[in-house]
């Protein structure tokens, strides 16, 4: 099992329980827990890192289907803690490749010297709060157990695979895939006939690519999406010398949006404009491309009939694509714009006119089983040499419950929120002391920018931390009153807006049995920021401290 491979800086405050192996236990090693190591690392604590993966990367590990890219804009999609590392890294694309954003964080991993700390290809299945000693106990699946005065989980939100239980896939003859846990490997589906099942963001980045490949390729639709023209391309040298010199600044206003990104939210709402600047607008943004379709008016996400106007703006442009009218229309979402995720494709609605392409509508006839041979949905069979199951993820509370995490006197974290998840500030449980959660549920986390979220987070955790282990009380616990009145501020915001309307992953939608709440905080990112200031500014307002 993992030792601990640093001390603690001479003359850093000792670790709180004296038997605790370590000062702190990171779970993950993407974006969020490599950052956090780094982090608590320069703060003389002594830290170890589980990672499932064999390398670096959390999701950008995992997700290497055809077309993986980011729809954040890479040169935003990255860290700013070090200006030295956004300055010497030179992104190639508008839109970073999956492998290209893998190389990044694999030369931050060397650059900071993190790997040491990091334990790969080792899964934590337990972590339990000792009342008595005052530390966690992690327990990882080769049986080996660490002790650590704090846990902190970097376990993505997106990262918990949701593969629907469909009846005889142990029998289906060909291959399957689900994106989120795509083999290594290069996979082929040259002369194949190909399902894909879903139509969300990762199915809608991969159909344009196997259908150039495959022979004929099948899409299973229960919802349609919206997605709006990724209009990706090389970055040149011009362009990113002038992003370098004011990446500061660039990074200042992205602070300043409600979703962290450095793109403007409209300062208007639809009704204060005229018919021809909603067009105007409408158009600029599907021209430029990319996310910024979320803030196309101010009151995009939280009133019906303006998003009613973005939404037929994007229907429209889905006919004038596809040729089969009734293609078209099943591609047609009828949901609000924005309460489910807005997805970013090249070539997606034009990649059902080609002749080996088809668009099955599975929303009223569910897929019944897999067959040795296929699919089986409605009461027909569809002939299939591989599946890629394009199903999403258990989101933001899937993570944590696949570890069993225990809290004082070994109160799970499952049943605590039987309910949905409750929290203060999205980064602490009552319950749970010396337990943080990056981007955990009721942060702002996926409706922003995730890297800067993740930097904010991290940074937070580390100054919480520091008070406690100042204070010589280093046990920091959120108050149930505190989580009380976050709840509340949480669903009071997600009831003003469009978000619960939706059968989506924010929500719980996608997961049989989840209950139904809004997940990620909805109140945008400089209120969230301003909120978590002010609790450190008054000496982590809503938690207790205490020495053991
Ligand atoms: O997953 P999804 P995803 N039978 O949940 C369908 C981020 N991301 O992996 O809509 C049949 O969006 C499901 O149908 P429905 C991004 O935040 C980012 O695509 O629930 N179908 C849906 O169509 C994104 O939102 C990037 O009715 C079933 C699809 O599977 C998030 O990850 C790229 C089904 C799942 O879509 C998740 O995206 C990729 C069933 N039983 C992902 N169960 C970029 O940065 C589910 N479906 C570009």
Redesign the pocket.
């Known amino acids: 099992m993992a030792t601990p491979s640093s001390q603690g800086a001479p003359g850093s405050p000792r670790h709180a329980a004296a038997e605790a192996d370590v000062d702190a236990v990171v779970v993950g090693a993407g974006f969020a827990g490599l950052y956090m190591l780094h982090r608590l690392r320069a703060m003389g604590l002594r830290v170890r890192v589980f990672e499932k993966g064999d390398g670096v990367g959390g999701t950008w590990y995992w997700?290497r289907y055809p077309g993986?890219?980011?729809?954040?804009d890479s040169v935003e999609y990255s860290y700013q803690f070090s200006d030295a590392l956004q300055q010497e890294w030179r992104w190639t694309e508008r839109f970073a490749t999956q492998p290209e954003i893998l190389r990044y964080l694999e030369h931050v991993a060397d650059r900071f010297d993190l790997r040491r700390d990091i334990a790969f290809g080792t899964t934590v299945t337990e972590a339990a709060f000792d009342d008595a000693a005052g530390c966690w106990r992690i327990v990882t699946d080769d049986g080996a157990r660490l002790s650590a005065t704090y846990c902190v989980m970097a376990t993505g939100c997106?990262s918990a695979v949701?593969r629907?239980a469909?009846d005889g896939l142990d029998r289906f003859a060909g291959a399957w895939y689900h994106?989120?846990a795509w083999p290594h490997e290069e996979v082929s589906f040259a002369g194949q006939h190909v399902g894909v099942?879903?139509?969300?963001?990762?199915?809608?980045?991969a159909i344009p690519l196997i259908a150039a490949e495959a022979r004929h390729l099948t899409v299973?639709?229960?919802?349609a999406?919206y997605t709006v023209p990724a209009r990706n391309a090389p970055l040149d040298e011009a362009e990113y010398a002038a992003i370098r010199e004011s990446y500061g600044e660039l990074r200042r206003q992205a602070s300043e949006t409600p979703t962290g990104c450095w793109w403007a939210v409209n300062p208007a709402a639809a009704e204060e404009m005229s018919a021809e600047e909603r067009e105007r607008e409408l158009e600029d943004r599907w021209q430029v491309g990319g996310l910024r379709m979320y803030g196309v008016f101010k009151d995009v996400l939280v009133n019906g009939e303006a998003n009613d106007i973005a939404a037929s703006f994007i229907r429209d442009k889905i006919r004038a694509q596809v040729r089969d009218p009734e293609v078209a229309a099943l591609l047609s979402p009828r949901s609000y714009v924005g309460c489910?995720?807005i997805?970013?494709d090249t070539d997606y609605y034009a990649t059902f006119n080609r002749p080996n392409v088809t668009l099955v509508d599975?929303s009223e006839a569910?897929?019944e089983e897999i067959t040795p041979t296929g699919l089986r949905s409605g009461g027909r069979d569809y002939a299939l040499d591989a599946i890629v199951f394009?199903?999403?993820?258990d989101?933001m509370t899937g993570p944590l419950f696949r570890i069993d995490i225990r809290g004082r006197g070994g109160r799970p974290l499952q049943a605590t929120w039987a309910d949905g998840p409750r929290t203060y500030l999205g980064l602490a449980v009552e319950g749970f002391p010396n337990l943080f959660t990056i981007t955990g549920p009721t942060s702002p986390s996926?409706l922003t920018n995730m890297v800067p979220a993740i930097e904010q987070h991290v940074e937070w955790i580390a100054g919480c931390i520091a008070h406690a282990r100042g204070t010589g009380r280093p046990c920091i616990e959120a108050s149930r009153a505190a989580e009380d009145s976050w709840m509340a501020h949480h669903e009071e915001v997600a009831g003003g807006t469009l978000f619960p309307s939706c059968?989506?992953?924010y929500v719980g939608?996608?997961v049989d049995g989840k209950p139904r709440r809004v997940m990620p905080y909805t109140g945008g990112f400089p209120d969230y920021v301003e909120t978590c200031d002010a609790v450190a500014a008054n000496g982590y307002e809503g938690f207790t401290l205490s020495a053991a």
């Open positions: 997700n993986a890219r980011c729809d954040t997106l949701n629907p469909f994106t989120g099942v879903g139509t969300g963001s990762s199915a809608i980045q299973f639709q229960r919802q999406n489910k995720r997805c970013l599975i569910p897929i394009a199903t999403g993820y989101a996926v059968n989506s992953w939608a996608n």
